[in-house]
């Protein structure tokens, strides 16, 4: 019996990480690896020990978009409300807490867009503000479908700091980039949801393109895939999202033409001509974009989103885009 014992580990007190088999028949196990000796000595086969999981490093956030949840109070209730906004459409009984969530943030945020307004000129990128007004106009959507103000903002805001982005530093001329995307992407969705009338003739047309620019410089050449990283919005082709927006604000003007004048005029004919022309223009250049040949630059970071997940993601809005053409203008 002694030699039986000599084995085992002095009695400590009861462990809470011994093996499965100990633990399901509420008895001491000694710990022994890689197989337990106690169920060795009763015959039976040690199962083995929970594996302790540990949250991964790899993906760990970044810290500069970390600090905007706690520094800035315009990003902390803005990603609430689209939380809020989100579940009231689910929910209904939440729609009123969401809406005075909703109204808080607005408050917020155009007290910030004044400080800023007020001034002539742009030293850095107001990146906590643009993600805002970014992020509360998405929520805003879920509740109010129609409205506008905060992209209008939004667009405002980025043509002020356009202008001037000759004075920023490599590090927010960066920034200005990505956020001049993200206005293409969200400029491509409004063209299919912002209302009912003609595309071009909104609130949104009476502020200036963003590209605007205080210098004169020569028009840059489009490219089928963009030659930098990825952008979380407009994968790997900026070109696309832009045709793909001329299209469909060409066939919904042909469509609403149409259906507003029962009579033919002359001033009708004209009109549709001009959409037959643009609509044509649009074609050719779908038609010679080729995502299969081109090759990305950049990487995701993401090895469940490689580039050619991207890619093939632009080819569809090429070939999305061919098809509302052809739907829309048959010959």
């Not at 803005?78 to 009984?93: D, G, I, W």
């Not at 299209?247 to 001509?273: D, E, G, P």
């Not at 040949?293 to 999305?320: K, M």
Request: aromatic share 8%.
């Amino acid at each position: 019996m002694a030699s039986q014992m000599s084995w085992r580990k002095p009695d400590t007190g009861r462990s809470r990480s011994g093996c499965a088999n100990c633990k399901a028949k509420h008895v001491k196990c000694d710990e022994a690896k890689p197989n337990c000796k106690a169920c060795l000595s009763r015959g039976d086969t040690c199962s083995g020990y929970l594996k302790v999981f540990r949250w991964s490093n790899k993906h760990e956030k970044l810290p500069k978009a970390a600090a905007f949840w706690s520094s800035s109070e315009a990003v902390t209730i803005s990603l609430e409300n689209m939380s809020e906004a989100h579940l009231s459409s689910k929910v209904p009984h939440m729609r009123q807490t969401s809406v005075s969530l909703m109204k808080s943030a607005t408050r917020i945020i155009k007290a910030e867009l004044l400080s800023f307004q007020h001034s002539n000129e742009f030293t850095s990128v107001p990146t906590g503000l643009l993600f805002a007004l970014l992020c509360i106009s998405t929520s805003v959507c879920w509740l109010y479908p129609d409205h506008l103000g905060n992209l209008r903002e939004a667009k405002g805001l980025l043509h002020q700091i356009n202008r001037q982005k000759r004075s920023l530093c490599e590090k927010d001329f960066k920034l200005l980039h990505a956020f001049n995307k993200s206005w293409t992407y969200y400029d491509m969705l409004l063209s299919v949801a912002a209302g009912n009338g003609p595309r071009g003739t909104s609130e949104m047309e009476s502020v200036d393109d963003i590209s605007a620019d205080g210098y004169s410089t020569a028009e840059q050449t489009q490219l089928d895939i963009d030659q930098e990283s990825p952008h979380p919005w407009t994968g790997v082709s900026t070109t696309i999202s832009r045709l793909f927006t001329r299209t469909m604000k060409v066939c919904h003007n042909f469509h609403f033409n149409v259906k507003q004048h029962s009579t033919i005029t002359a001033h009708n004919l004209t009109t549709a001509l001009k959409l037959i022309k643009e609509a044509k223009a649009i074609e050719e250049r779908l038609i010679h974009l080729d995502f299969e040949t081109s090759q990305p630059v950049g990487e995701t970071g993401d090895e469940r989103t490689p580039c050619g997940h991207l890619v093939n993601i632009a080819e569809a809005y090429r070939l999305a885009g061919l098809l509302h053409l052809y739907q829309t203008f048959p010959d």
